[in-house]
Nanobody
Framework: QVQLVESGGGLVQAGGSLRLSCAASTTMYSIDDMGWYRQAPGKQRELVAVITRGGTTAYADSVKGRFTISRDNAKNTLTLQMNSLKPEDTSVYYC?????????WGQGTQVTVSS
């Protein structure tokens, strides 16, 4: 199993930046894809960004050019750098890891962007 713990959420004004981190309980060298998802009240959870073990990334159209996903396997940390934040980015953000065919989730961290 993998335990994931997110941190770095908070309240920020539109146009500002936040950096989310996700700490994994096992070595990330053995974790396949990792990603960030978000879920706003009354909406379905959606993919924000994903990164493979080899470092290939993909982003939702809504965050391309503003968000950057990265992983440091030596430090067992997944990061999401969020710039030029918009009110519509307000959500709970979840870290996800695919490990030996199973998906694991963190508890989520709230990001609120005020206009």
């Amino acid at each position: 199993q993998v335990q994931l713990v997110e941190s770095g959420g908070g309240l920020v004004q539109a146009g500002g930046s936040l950096r989310l981190s996700c700490a994994a309980s096992t070595t990330m060298y053995s974790i396949d894809d990792m990603g960030w998802y978000r879920q706003a009240p009354g909406k379905q959870r959606e993919l924000v960004a994903v990164i493979t073990r080899g470092g290939t990334t993909a982003y939702a159209d809504s965050v391309k050019g503003r968000f950057t996903i990265s992983r440091d396997n030596a430090k067992n940390t997944l990061t999401l750098q969020m710039n030029s934040l918009k009110p519509e980015d307000t959500s709970v953000y979840y870290c996800n890891a695919r490990y030996f065919g199973n998906h694991y989730w963190g508890q989520g961290t709230q990001v609120t962007v005020s206009s």
